[in-house]
DNA sequence: TGAATAGTGTCTGTGAGACAATATTAT
DNA sequence: ATAATATTGTCTCACAGACACTATTCA
């Protein structure tokens, strides 16, 4: 058993070498929703959803994407901590929303050494950016399209180069609907990365409909066909209208402020409604 | 930038002592359904749900229970590994559903020292079960109690001694719904695996209404009556007979079996059906 | 005026909740 | 016969899907 009587004396004599130990990183999927400028002056401006990659100048991986991430300060620090300092240091944005995805460990994920990550969710309001960003970062528009239900395959641009990669769902166990990605095709994404992003997506598409975590990527006001489109976007498919409405009705408030010029009837502006 | 003109050269040249390292353990909740005899022998065996715990017989935490898990083989074992080969040395069970549940890393959940948890949800049919199993291990009943919507309060009971802790759900985020659990009471369960029971009894709850997890604690054949008492028991809700046989309607198969001798009427035993 | 979006009314079908009724056994 | 559970029928109500209709603006 053991020759201490007591948990302070067991700790002062503690010997934490004795097992073995590793390196563990946060890496950060940051997703925003932007707008798309139209040229008819009447048509409403398209949104894309958008993340943010940094492009790597050091090996492994060098001249590759990958999600902005760090090494976690181990003696003083919480992954979330960890997470949100990264995020501070490639965008200045602070106070947002932050959940914890997935923690992905295999053994050859980082050719360098044993490190395993802990990925987050981090939803922003485009508009709340500043321009203050790494220069190595830059927003990448999604595209995703499902070839059939186990075959997703995922276009990202900047305006300057365009990635493509696809992954498929592998089913694990007989028993139940548990399931992993496995990349297929992939040439531009460091790391495993890419399955990051879309369990990223596939989880935030999940949670939409259940939580109100939607309201991280809008401004204060909105009008409904504004957070109906973010709706439409992160589901990707359209939704209709009047049953959208009743949807949303309850998680909303109406105020008094109105959208105009954009060559057809106003819209209402409305607000969050905490219940 | 770097001084190096391939990845090959840069990875033989690498010096991974440059970051901190910390140690992971795996921690699984073990989750089954066991059967209560009754007297009368009319009446069907009632159902309760346990999970299994282990005494610890050192510091820290001596005496107190926790959840079996062990510390992570950095060199050659994944998360999952180190699950399963926990689950095997205390239960010897293997091939069992497994599923990853969260990353707990709070800097002094181990006052030994830096220690991030990633914890795991395990379901297992208990007629599965041998008697081998560690002898500090022990199952324990479980009784959740819902004083109110933000306040949860679990009772275990092993036959031999009963546990009871509170926890209360947090609100993390003004705009949304995110949410973690803080202990209010807890005196024997150690390290911050009150929490791990928690989330994870709340995960199985949430998963069993898009999921065919179930099926993971059931036997090959069953009735829906046990079928249906294993739902109300997760969901710590009764279900109303014709509503549960419509859901779960396309998800078994009827067999030509029937179970007998519970002096009423006998029921079919079912099986359950991929889609 | 007409292109474009905003917003509402309403019909229909599906499916959950509720309760009642019938079926079948061992003692 | 009776207690107990198994199984099915059916009514109602809420709500999502679908489509049509009205409202309002600005070049």
Redesign the interface.
């Known amino acids: ?2 020759q ?1 009587n ?2 302070e004396e ?2 002062k004599n ?1 010997d ?1 070498s004795a ?6 990183t946060a890496d950060i999927l940051l997703v925003s929703v932007s707008d798309q400028e139209q040229s008819n002056y009447r048509k409403t401006n398209k949104k894309m959803m958008s993340i943010l990659l940094v492009k790597r ?6 001249d590759k994407w990958c999600l902005p991430g760090g ?10 901590d960890c997470a949100k300092r990264v995020l501070k240091q490639e965008t200045n944005l602070e106070n947002i ?1 932050l ?2 995805l ?2 992905f ?3 050859k994920r980082d ?4 490190v ?1 990550s ?1 990925s987050y969710i981090a939803l922003v309001d485009k508009n709340k950016l500043t321009n203050l960003i790494n220069e190595n970062a830059s927003w990448f528009d999604v595209v995703l399209y499902e070839e059939n239900k186990n075959s997703i395959s995922i276009t990202l641009d900047n305006g300057t180069s365009s990635i493509t990669f696809k992954v498929k769902k592998i089913l694990r ?1 007989k ?4 399931y992993s990605f496995e990349v297929v095709a992939n040439a531009d994404i460091a790391f495993d990365h890419s399955i990051v992003i879309v369990s990223g997506l596939e989880r935030l598409r999940n949670k939409i409909s259940y ?3 939607v ?2 990527m809008m401004p204060e006001y909105f009008t409904l066909g504004e957070l109906q489109q973010v709706y439409e976007i992160i589901l990707n498919k359209k939704l209709l209208d009047p049953a959208f409405r009743r949807i949303i009705a309850d998680k909303v408030e109406k105020t008094n402020k109105m959208r105009t010029g954009g060559g057809h009837r106003p819209s209402v502006l409305f607000r ?1 409604k ?1 219940k």
Chains 1, 2 share one sequence.
């Open positions: 058993m053991n201490y007591s948990e067991f700790l503690y934490s097992f073995e130990k590793l390196s563990m100048h050091d090996y492994p991986y060098k090494f976690l300060n181990a003696s003083n620090e919480t992954l979330e929303y959940e914890q997935y923690t460990d295999d053994i050719p360098r050494m044993r395993v802990t166990e028993t139940t609907d548990r939580t109100d975590v309201f991280n969050y905490r």
